[in-house]
């Protein structure tokens, strides 16, 4: 539904087929973390969204025999306003992003509409064939075709099936039951979080809702049939053992219908696509309930993918490359958060089924309740995930902080119009979807003009096979302009506030002039600077050139980077000029460590418009 939402959002004609007739199912992805809510925020969707029936989780809480419950996550360190996990119906959600998504013109949901299998031709997917249900004519079988398909029908993904991709299983130790429980008036006030109770070979979560106790039973993999052999009563009085102060309620388990049985899986798919066809959410990598990061997941790469997706859907022409960049996209954090799951399946709950511990090891809970550096991470881990996205530019309805951009859409005749495959110039572009096909286009130019094939020596000493030389691009009569348009949405997209742009002479040079001309355009005010290798010795003495920067939000910019030893240079030179430097942005990051150093050494952000992997230079 999000991915549905962004592409039409950028003017793609895009269909969400949904099986059933309402969204009505409990307990499926229930948790909306704060990458999720801040992506709302980008929307211009946040005043809807917290309108919406929901919790506010705030920590999560194991019992520690003789402390009673020790906090080992607490979100209310993080910045407002995303220092809490909502806790809202999956429906509630789902009918939301629906009913904004139906906004758009080019948006279709088709509700009892199961997708059954693949259309294909010469090897590539072509479309789904679909079956309706409940009809005036009854159920029919008929056929979408589409440029592209993607599969996000879950864990036990139908069209993955169809199209021969075959997921790696990992271990899990236990299915979950999930089931509620009431809330005594008393009881009711601000949510207390998550909290787990453990016994030998058992173990329960509780999450505070509002009006309610959301209850997790954690049984051992493969006792669902012992499980249901014994009865409800038994169930009631495993209940209660686990959590007394609520075995006074446990008649509201009226019968095992009221459980929801979760056989849990932790897969991931080898290759998450085919010619035609991607693969997103649990259809790519089937998560662990624990963290309850799924829902968060799956929207991430959903964002990822409209943000690569949308020009090459607007061209008609997505390309396997396309599909590959949004799994190396998503495939990083992916890894991240299943091996961290799997640690806590070993460490925590192989023990505990296998009766060798009553609960989390007591050194885990030492390191996480005694080291700051942990309590400070591991909620923001939790809350954001190993690898956030930002909503892209041509999705986002107000830009931040700018008013002079909240104006319609064009209508998606208009957009379609922006690019005309039949020539390589683009045309005259006026509204926030320019982003987009500027981003695509100078894509095309520097595959085309920048990269250069051959042994060649690079600044730092190193040997590679290949060059980007981006004056080549910088100082093109029509890539320069796209230069600016990409590099100040960039720093839009990732919230950046500035209001000076350069960097280190000469390669910054072009760069932060293309931005400052960019930014007139879009009716906003940005200066220009150049900062000098060294300070001059004469005149005025000056490293940094140009209107002053002293006490300014400043952007520094280059065109690519290897070493970052460049970008050092400027972030050093605009600080001493009194400059507050915000982030550092290049058109091209080579991927050979310059990210991860200037993040250290400056403690700014590192932006980059693009990878090498878009470049085809993986």
């Known amino acids: 539904m999000m991915l549905g939402l962004l592409l039409a959002r950028a003017g793609v004609e895009v269909t ?122 009854g159920d029919r ?19 993955r099936r169809a199209a021969g991709l075959k997921p790696k299983d990992y271990p899990v130790p236990f299915d979950t039951w999930w089931f509620k429980l009431p809330r005594h008036a008393s009881e009711k006030g601000a949510v207390a979080g998550i ?24 049984a051992p993999k493969g006792d ?16 209660a053992a686990l959590r007394p102060d609520l075995a006074d309620r446990v008649d509201a388990i009226r019968s095992l219908d009221d459980l929801r049985w979760l056989d849990v899986r932790l897969d991931r798919l080898r290759r998450w696509y085919v ?90 809970l030492f390191i996480v309740r005694h080291l700051p550096v942990v309590r400070r991470l591991l909620p923001r881990f939790i809350a954001f995930g190993p690898r956030p996205e930002h909503a892209p530019g041509f999705a986002r309805r107000v830009r931040p902080r700018e008013a002079s951009w909240h104006r319609p859409l064009p209508r998606p005749g208009q957009w379609r119009a922006a690019i005309n495959p039949g ?15 500027a981003r695509a286009r100078l894509l095309e130019l520097i595959k085309e003009l920048a990269v ?19 004056r080549r691009i910088t100082l093109h009569h029509e890539a320069s302009k796209l230069v600016g348009q990409v590099m100040l ?37 940005v200066d220009a600077f150049v900062v000098r290798k060294a300070q001059k010795s004469y005149g005025m003495g000056r490293q940094v050139e140009g209107p002053s920067v002293e006490g300014r939000k400043v952007l520094v910019l280059e065109d690519t980077s290897t070493t970052g030893g460049s970008a050092l240079t400027a972030v050093e030179g605009v600080r001493k000029a009194g400059g507050n430097v915000v982030a550092v942005a290049v058109i091209v990051d080579r991927d050979t460590g310059a990210k991860e150093k200037i993040e250290a050494e400056t403690g700014v952000p590192y932006l980059f418009a693009f990878g090498k992997d878009e470049l085809g230079l993986s």
């Open 275 to 364: 010619d035609g066809m991607l693969c997103l959410g649990d259809a790519a990598h089937a998560m662990s309930p624990v963290g309850g990061v799924g829902i968060n997941l799956a929207i991430q790469d959903a964002v990822a993918a409209a943000e690569r997706l949308a020009p090459a859907l607007l061209a008609r022409r997505v390309t396997v490359e396309d599909l590959a960049a949004v799994e190396r996209r998503r495939r990083m954090p992916t890894v991240i958060v299943q091996t961290v799951q799997r640690i806590m399946h070993r460490v925590v709950f192989v023990p505990l089924f296998a009766g060798r511990t009553p609960g989390p090891p007591a050194a885990l």
């Open 423 to 437: 020539t390589t110039k683009l045309e005259t572009m006026t509204s926030p979807l320019d982003a987009t096909a």
């Open 452 to 470: 250069v094939r051959g042994k060649v020596i690079l600044s730092s000493g190193a040997e590679a096979d290949y060059y980007i030389d981006l």
């Open 489 to 525: 949405a960039l720093a839009d997209d990732a919230g950046i506030d500035f209001e000076c742009a350069g960097g280190l002479t000469m390669g910054a040079d072009p760069v932060g002039t293309a931005v400052m001309h960019a930014a007139v355009d879009a009716g906003r005010t």
């Open 141 to 159: 079988e008929r056929t979408l075709h589409a440029d592209l398909v993607v599969a996000t029908d879950g864990r036990h993904s139908v069209l």
């Open 16 to 137: 969400v087929l949904e099986k059933h007739g309402d969204f009505l199912r409990d307990f499926r992805g229930d948790t909306v973390h704060a990458s999720t809510v801040r992506l709302i925020d980008e929307l211009g969707l946040g005043d809807g969204f917290r309108q919406l029936p929901q919790s506010r989780l705030d920590r999560v809480a194991f019992p520690i025999r003789g402390a009673g419950l020790v906090t080992v996550g607490d979100f209310a360190s993080l910045k407002p306003p995303y220092n809490y996990i909502a806790m809202m119906p999956q429906w509630d959600f789902l009918n939301f992003l629906a009913t904004e998504a139906a906004r758009e013109p080019t948006f279709t949901l088709l509700m009892k509409h199961e997708a059954t299998s693949l259309t294909s031709d010469g090897g590539r997917v072509t479309g789904v064939r679909y079956r309706t249900r409940g009809g005036p004519d």
């Open 224 to 239: 669902s049939a012992r499980i249901r052999s014994e009865g409800v009563e038994r169930f009631r009085k495993r209940v």
């Open 195 to 218: 909290v787990p109770a453990f016994r030998d070979r058992e173990a329960m979560i509780a999450l505070f809702r509002d009006d309610y106790y959301q209850m997790g039973y954690l």
